[in-house]
């Protein structure tokens, strides 16, 4: 038994310096296109290649197409960690309970398949050497005098992991996960240490998520691998075709993906799938007869705010985007007047024609009696209400950006002038229920459109003037402004909106 312990070590010893060896030398598979089911793990060129860049760097990300085995690349990366190394820790997060009891049963057959370097519990019998035991959501691998190894995995939860320390974090199918920024807010900590910890997140694309934000997010600092759908040597073109046949182009390029580009643009979900980097950003300034508008969506969340040339032929440039959370009324106010001091100070405009704003600022407070809209005005931002239908706007949006092949739109950003608002309408997907308008979730990809949306129905609709110095009608909501006004409020409602009648 001493000399086969030697050898045993010294081959674990070889396998921690050599992880490919190691795969291909004791790792299996489940592959139910073969009469044994399971058989030994041989490896593509493909997984070689994502297989070497697992070890060598801390953060990495992985857009794949559907079956490809990377889920089982991965455990074989988590088997390696916990077995070539003692004492170290690997959690695992999968989309339910029942994921997460999956990865471990598949970490528990590659454990079985390596007699020769370690033993279940129950087949100890005249072992010395390193041996597991496990149950439905956890591997411990115990070592001889030395550290135990474990492997956990737990269902998506929003505080899911927060407790533990580990050397590994896996995400599987990280895009579908419930809770996944709440997750990743929690876990975060976990390995994020200097000089150790990993995350390897793997997932197919879901639009609107996290593991796509990381994905498209550069020098965020992951490693970004794409596996296309063709990495697998059996999977021919006929294959292809046949499988498009039954499925359709979009779930195609979901499911198996050729580029990141087909994964990423997934056909009938983007909304604004005419919108592209050559189409809308532009390097000319509009420049003749021009006029500038200011068109904002406010809330504690989020300011979003956009100055925008108009000239005399309907064309429209953003020039300057303003995004920034947590500001109060008269800290937005008061950013927004700056922006349009700097921009009429350096010659960009001569000043701006209307604040648009939609109808929920002009909603009077309970506590009160005032409109967020009268608090904007007593802060010299005086706003025009613009219409908020839904449906009309979205439709107004897209005529401003549809072009034709090679050409800009009729609305375009200037240099990169509103990265943010140019992030979201490539990102914002179609709402299931209402394919006429974008989707309200998430959330943080709406406030920029919808101040975008509220300048373009502005000239579908028109908006409320406002005229100081002239009587004219209000309308009722001004009076329910004014009659729950105190008499210096009333006096500056008639400032504002001009004498009634």
């Not at 190394?85 to 079985?112: D, F, M, N, P, Q």
């Not at 550069?218 to 073109?237: E, L, V």
């Not at 359709?248 to 990423?264: F, I, N, Q, S």
């Amino acid at each position: 038994m001493g000399l086969l312990n030697d050898l045993r070590q010294n081959e674990l010893e070889y396998c921690s310096q050599n992880i490919e060896y190691f795969v291909e030398e004791y790792g299996h598979i489940e592959d139910r296109n073969s009469p044994e089911i399971i058989v030994p793990f041989k490896l593509w060129k493909e997984q070689k290649d994502a297989l070497k860049d697992m070890v060598s760097h801390k953060w990495t990300i992985i857009l794949k197409a559907r079956q490809l085995g990377i889920s089982w690349l991965v455990l074989h990366y988590a088997v390696w960690l916990i077995l070539c190394h003692t004492g170290r820790s690997v959690i695992g997060l999968s989309k339910s309970e029942t994921e997460a009891k999956e990865l471990i049963r598949r970490a528990v057959l590659i454990l079985r398949n390596m007699r020769f370097l370690v033993r279940e519990k129950i087949d100890r019998n005249g072992w010395d050497g390193a041996w597991f035991e496990w149950n439905a959501l956890s591997v411990t691998i115990h070592f001889p005098g030395k550290s135990d190894s474990t492997f956990q995995c737990f269902a998506s939860g929003e505080n899911a992991a927060r407790s533990f320390t580990a050397d590994l974090i896996i995400f599987d199918e990280w895009a579908f996960q419930q809770f996944d920024r709440s997750i990743w807010t929690a876990a975060l900590p976990v390995v994020n240490r200097p000089l150790s910890g990993q995350v390897i997140g793997v997932s197919t694309i879901q639009r609107g998520s996290l593991f796509e934000e990381l994905y498209t997010t550069p020098d965020n600092g992951f490693h970004k691998i794409f596996i296309p759908w063709y990495a697998d040597p059996s999977r021919t073109q006929e294959w292809y075709d046949n499988t498009l046949k039954l499925s359709g182009k979009a779930a195609m390029w979901a499911e198996y993906p050729a580029t990141v580009e087909e994964a990423l643009e997934v056909p009938g979900g983007r909304f604004f799938e005419e919108v592209s980097e050559s189409s809308i950003l532009s390097d000319d300034l509009l420049t003749q007869n021009t006029v500038c508008y200011v068109a904002m969506d406010y809330g504690l969340d989020m300011l979003a705010a956009y100055w925008i040339l108009r000239d005399a032929f309907g064309n429209s440039q953003i020039i300057h985007e303003e995004c920034e959370s947590n500001l109060i009324i008269s800290a937005a106010a008061d950013r927004i007047l700056r922006v349009t001091e700097n921009l009429i100070s350096r010659g960009d405009i001569e000043r701006v024609q209307q604040y648009l704003a939609p109808p929920d600022l002009w909603n009077r407070s309970q506590e009160t009696g005032k409109s967020r809209a009268i608090l904007f005005g007593e802060c010299g931002l005086t706003l025009t209400k613009v219409n908020n239908d839904m449906k009309a706007g979205c439709l107004a949006i897209k005529e401003n950006t549809t072009h034709g092949e090679g050409q800009k739109s009729k609305l375009t950003i200037y240099r990169n002038c509103a990265p943010k608002l140019l992030n979201s309408l490539k990102k914002i997907q179609r709402d299931e229920k209402k394919p006429d308008i974008y989707a309200k979730d998430p959330h943080e990809y709406t406030h920029q459109p919808d101040a975008l949306r509220y300048y373009c129905i502005y000239w579908t609709h028109g908006g409320h003037v406002v005229n100081n110095n002239k009587r004219k009608k209000w309308r009722p909501d001004q009076w329910e402004d004014y009659k729950n006004a105190s008499k210096e409020d009333r006096a500056y409602l008639v400032s504002l909106w001009g004498e009634p009648y």
